[in-house]
Every structure is written in structure tokens, then in C-alpha cells.
């Protein structure tokens, strides 16, 4: 058998493509020919020859074509993986293999065009300039959760007969459309509730009730968007008759020692303010870390620039497109729509996934040069943690993972979060205060 390296050239088609070229001498071609049709000859049968005993030519006639397309996987895939071995290509898809077959007495070629992970050596990370937010929760924030909390307790009162309907309020009313004089039976509907102000029907339909007063009945027409889903309808004057049948308000409870008796878990209101406190200042902290990556990430992205495999951008794309997917489902949209959708936006991830892919190897790279690890331990932990999340035992989460190979992913987050602190210590960090919504000030 030749040398690999004797029958192999490799050509860089770019920093991210390589092509393997391949020449297999005809002696090597045969041996292997041979030993094919050696295991073909112990298990053909074929009337007037005993099994095992078949010559050469017979099995020729039968079963060249199978014989020869084994001869051919055989060989690139020896050739192709020891090359990868031996020259230490890290390969990030499966090759395009281009080959047209054996001829006798005749080297055997073929070639093999593969995307490879780019050689990055991240550089000017060190020192970055950041600002970074202070996670403080301001007044109003507070309120606005407070406000959110009472509104889960919130009661429905009917409204005295002299009331105009109000942005905020809850309506009851029959409506039909009319279209050329023609009612339409999608815009026909008895009792319906409609909130008014929350922009859920089309758009100049909430404004025309407003004053409007329970009993009352009202004609107008509505011109739909151009852009209306429903093209039968897109750009159409549609005349609307409504009535009001009911009107009602939000009543919002006080929040006071009686509504904490709401909760089981909290004795007093100041537990309960001191709870949404915490959570607020967690969550901002969350948000800041997020924001804080993102911002080292482009700082990096600014001073390196290099090129990545598409089957690395395709793969994000399809995990964007997936989760997309996931939160319209649970969102209560149909699962056959959802993917259509998700589906539709592939274009628009392609900027946002190669930014993501850059910023995942850069990370490594940088965790490489600074000799950054993430050991057995730390990705113990975080599975136990997670688990603990889940409420699920840590043994039959960890097989899962280990069935999926999902484990490796743990160990790049925990890597990637170590390489975002380490850049952190060594960045130019000013700290941003913000003491009232919409005004920041800096502190050094």
C-alpha cells in the first residue's frame, strides 16, 4: 500500500476551503479490487459453481458494478481519514467528493472538498474600553412590577349608563362588515370583547368607539392596510355597523397589608416589596451581563475580522429558526405556521448567526492563547444545577445529555463565561448609574 502522503495533494481554496486531491497507483487499486471480490466470491451463488469456488471472470459478469462501487468507498474513505489523521485537517462537514470511477490499469482519482475551522488568533482583546450599567432598580420601575402584580388580582365593573367608552376599557359589542354592500361573514361577530387601546383589530376601528355609551349603535367605515393578510380585503373601504352591548373597567386592588394575604408565602407587604425588589435587581442583573457580553462581543468583532465556514452560520441559522419556531408554538400559533414563518426568516438570521459563529471562535481562541479551561467539575455542577432547576434527577440528566452529546455544549458555555470574565478583569470599565429612567450618569 503507498504512502498516503505520496497520493494526496491539498489546496487551499480559501482560509476556510480546502480541496484533497487524491492519486491511488493502479497496484493499490487492484489489491483492493481483489480483496473485494475475495469476499464477494464466499458469499455469491451462482448456478453451476459450487459457493466459494466462482472464478474471477464469472464474478465479473455478475457483479462489477457492486464490486467496483465498494472497490471506490473503500478507498476514499481510507485514503480521505487517514489524510485528516495524518495532516491534522479539522473538517467541519462532509466532503463533496467528486470521482469518476475505476479503470483498469489506470491510477484511481478523486478529489474531496471540505470547510475547515479557521485558524483565529484573536487580537487587541486585552484592555477593551466598556461601560457597563450599575443594576439599580429606580422608582418606577418598582411601581410598574407592583402595577403588574395587582394587575393578576384585577376585577371587571360594569360602568354606569351615562359612560363614554375610554381607552382602557373592556367592550361588548355585535359588529358586522360590509364590503360593496355585501356582508361578510369573517367580519361578523356577537358579543365580542374588545379592549380598547390594545390596537387588536384593524387599525381606525378602536378610535370610532370611543364616547360611544352602552345601547348605542353606530355606522362607519374603515379603510383596511394595504398590507392587510387577507389580500380580498388589502386596501377595501369596509363599512362597519356596531353595537354596544356592555362596558366595563379594570378595577385594580390596593396593594396593601389585606392584598398580601393573596400570597401564602409572604407574612407582611414589606416581604412582599422586598421579594419584587430582589427579583427586579436580578433580573437587571441578567440583562446587564447580556447587554455587558454583547458589548465585549462587538468590541472583538471591531478588531478581528475573518472568515467562517457557512456550514457553521447554516447550523445557527437552524438553531435561530428552531427556537423562533419553539416560542411562536408555545405563544399559541399553529405548529405547521410557526415553521413556515421561521422558515421565511432564514435570510434575515445570516448577519446575526455569523456574528454569533465569530464571537464562539474568537471566545476559543482566546481561551486557548490564556489557557482557560472548563473541568469535569464545573460541568458537574452546572448539571447538577440544572437539574435542580428542572426538579429532575441528576443521573437521568446527565445520560440524557450524554445520549444527545449535549455535554460538550455545557463545557463551551462554561468556557465562554470564564473567557467573558477574564476579558472583563482586564478591560477599561466605567460604570454607568442610572438614577432615574432615562438619565445616566457616569462613575469612574
Known sequence: MSDVSDAVKIEDISTVKKKLSFDIPWTDVKNELDTVY????????????????????????????????????????????????????PVVMQP?????????????????????????????????????????????EFEAKMKEISQMFATMEEVSED????????????????????????????????????????????????AMKKGDMKSFAVRFPEDYQAAHLAGKDIEFKVHIKGIRIKKLPEIDELFVKNFERYESLEDLKADVRK?????????????FERQISDRLLEKNVFEVPDSFVERQIYYMMSDMQRRMVSGGMDPKKAAEFSFKLHDQFREEATKIVMTVLLLKGIAGKEGLTAGDDEVEKQIREIAAQRAQDYETLKKSLEKDDLVDNIR???????????????AKVTMIRNEKKGISEAVK
Open 279 to 291: 427579583n427586579l435587581e436580578e433580573e437587571k442583573k441578567r440583562k446587564i451581563a447580556a447587554s
Open 38 to 89: 475475495r469476499k464477494v466470491g464466499k458469499k455469491a451463488k451462482i448456478k453451476g459453481f459450487r459457493q466459494g469456488k466462482t472464478p474471477r471472470a464469472i464474478l465479473e459478469m455478475h457483479y462489477r458494478e457492486e464490486a467496483e462501487e465498494e472497490t471506490v468507498s473503500n478507498l476514499v474513505n481510507r485514503y480521505y481519514w487517514e489524510t485528516l489523521q495524518e495532516k491534522k485537517i
Open 412 to 426: 463551551n458555555e462554561i468556557l465562554n463565561r470564564k473567557t467573558y470574565e477574564f476579558l472583563e478583569t482586564k
Open 96 to 140: 463533496e467528493i467528486e470521482q469518476k470511477g475505476i479503470e483498469a490499469e489506470k491510477n484511481f482519482t478523486f478529489s474531496a472538498t471540505v470547510e475547515v475551522e479557521p485558524a483565529v488568533d484573536p487580537r487587541d482583546y486585552l484592555g477593551l474600553e466598556l461601560e457597563k450599567e450599575e443594576p439599580v432598580v429606580t422608582g418606577d
Open 163 to 210: 359612560h363614554g367608552i375610554l381607552a382602557g376599557d373592556f367592550v361588548t359589542l355585535d359588529f358586522t362588515g360590509t364590503l360593496a354592500g355585501e356582508q361578510l361573514k369573517e367580519l361578523k361577530s356577537e358579543d365580542y370583547l374588545l379592549e380598547i387601546g390594545s390596537k387588536t383589530f384593524v387599525p381606525g376601528f378602536e378610535e370610532q368607539l370611543i
